[in-house]
Each structure stands twice: as structure tokens, then as C-alpha cells.
Nanobody, 124 residues
Framework: QVQLVESGGGLVQAGGSLRLSCAAS????????MGWFRQAPGQEREFVAT????????YYADSVKGRCTISRDNAKNTVFLQMNSLKPEDTAVYYC?????????????????WGQGTQVTVSS
């Protein structure tokens, strides 16, 4: 069982930056690939970024590539999402997810555990 708690969301102006954090419980955090997803009002939850168990492999949605960086600290059971050059269309609830596999995935249904989400609002 893994419990995930996101933090770091908030209100920011377009062009600004935010760093989201996701703290995970459990001693097997390093065995899990991790991902970030987001859901805007009235839209489906969509993939943002994923990172392998070691941090060696990362993959991003085209919409955030070059603006976001996913990273992890296995010693602290934490995964991060650094978001720069934020746009109003980045406004959404951002969710952290854990996959019971060391390999990355962009598919929502391949993640086993989810956090409660953190709101990111980007004003124009």
C-alpha cells in the first residue's frame, strides 16, 4: 500500500513557476515508477510526466515538454514536478500517481495509487 500526498500548488501569473511535491509512504517507494497527471474542469485526467524507479528515464506530454521537469528523491520518498513558463491552459488539479512497476507509463489505468490532488491556477 502506498499513500501519496501532493503539495505546492497555488495561484501564479502566466510566465511564473511552481514546484509540486508528492510525498509517499511505504518502504518500497524506490520500486515504483511515478507519474504526474492533471485534470481541468470538464476534461478527462491527462498525462503530464513520468519517471522510472531510478530516475534515469523520464517522459513528458508534448504540452509541457521543455517547461516541466520531473525528478525524485528516493531517500526522501518524494517526487517533484518543476513547472516553468506557466500558461493559463496549465490550470488544473495536479495528481501524483504510483505504478507498481519500475517502468514508466503514460497510461492512467496503469497506475495503482493516486494522491488527492493539488490545485494549480495560472492567471493571464
Amino acid at each position: 500500500q502506498v499513500q501519496l500526498v501532493e503539495s505546492g500548488g497555488g495561484l501564479v501569473q502566466a510566465g511564473g513557476s511552481l514546484r509540486l511535491s508528492c510525498a509517499a509512504s511505504g518502504r518500497t517507494f524506490s520500486s515504483y515508477a511515478m507519474g504526474w497527471f492533471r485534470q481541468a474542469p470538464g476534461q478527462e485526467r491527462e498525462f503530464v510526466a513520468t519517471i522510472s524507479w531510478s530516475g534515469a528515464y523520464t517522459y513528458y506530454a508534448d504540452s509541457v515538454k521543455g517547461r516541466c521537469t520531473i525528478s525524485r528523491d528516493n531517500a526522501k520518498n518524494t517526487v517533484f514536478l518543476q513547472m516553468n513558463s506557466l500558461k493559463p491552459e496549465d490550470t488544473a488539479v495536479y495528481y501524483c500517481a504510483a505504478r507498481a512497476s519500475r517502468a514508466t507509463s503514460v497510461k492512467r489505468n496503469e497506475y495503482n495509487y493516486w494522491g488527492q490532488g493539488t490545485q494549480v491556477t495560472v492567471s493571464s
